[in-house]
């Protein structure tokens, strides 16, 4: 019986390898654990061929969103937005600022962004705040927060 077998990964995993990696393994963890659940395929001629198209496609449009990112980041990085709360004495927020609100901010200056991807914790004071906005894994972009009272 063969001490080791040659797979072909379809997803990452930890201490095996990366997607698309031809990675050698023992015969009874490729078959009871990492073919079953789809996680890799034979490492036939054309179970490799295909992985490498899959490849080869998902980094075209990784590519793609990364360049539509650095684009929006770029107009984003000009965007100041002034949001209006009313205020109590010695200008306290009557509640606070949130992701929420940016996202309607800029939906209303014509940017579609996700809320989950403005990183800020609530604003609860006036003036001006920094607010970075994460669009793609190593791409930022600062926006600039003022907050006025109503």
């Given amino acids: 019986m063969a001490t080791h077998i040659h797979v072909v990964l379809t997803e990452d995993l930890h201490n095996v390898g990366k997607s698309g990696e031809l990675v050698k393994v023992r015969p009874g963890f490729a078959r009871n654990y990492l073919i079953p ?11 490799v061929s295909r992985i490498e198209h899959e490849k080869r496609v998902a980094e075209s449009r990784a590519a793609k969103t990364r360049s539509e990112a650095e684009q929006l980041a770029s107009k984003l ?3 100041k937005l002034t949001i ?22 800029l939906a209303a200056q014509g940017f579609s962004v ?36 109503k």
Avoid at 37 to 47: I, S
Avoid at 129 to 135: A, N, Q, Y
Wanted: aromatic share 2%; no cysteine.
């Fill in 84 to 105: 209006s709360r009313p205020v109590g004495e010695g200008d306290k927020l009557y509640g606070s600022v949130t992701a929420r609100d940016i996202e309607e901010a």
């Fill in 77 to 79: 990085n000009q965007v």
């Fill in 37 to 47: 659940r789809g996680l890799a395929v034979g490492a036939t001629a054309e179970n």
């Fill in 114 to 149: 996700d809320r989950r991807r403005i990183e800020t914790d609530a604003i609860k004071s006036l003036g001006a705040h920094p607010v970075v906005i994460r669009l793609a894994p190593s791409i930022t972009a600062s926006v600039e927060v003022t907050v006025a009272a």
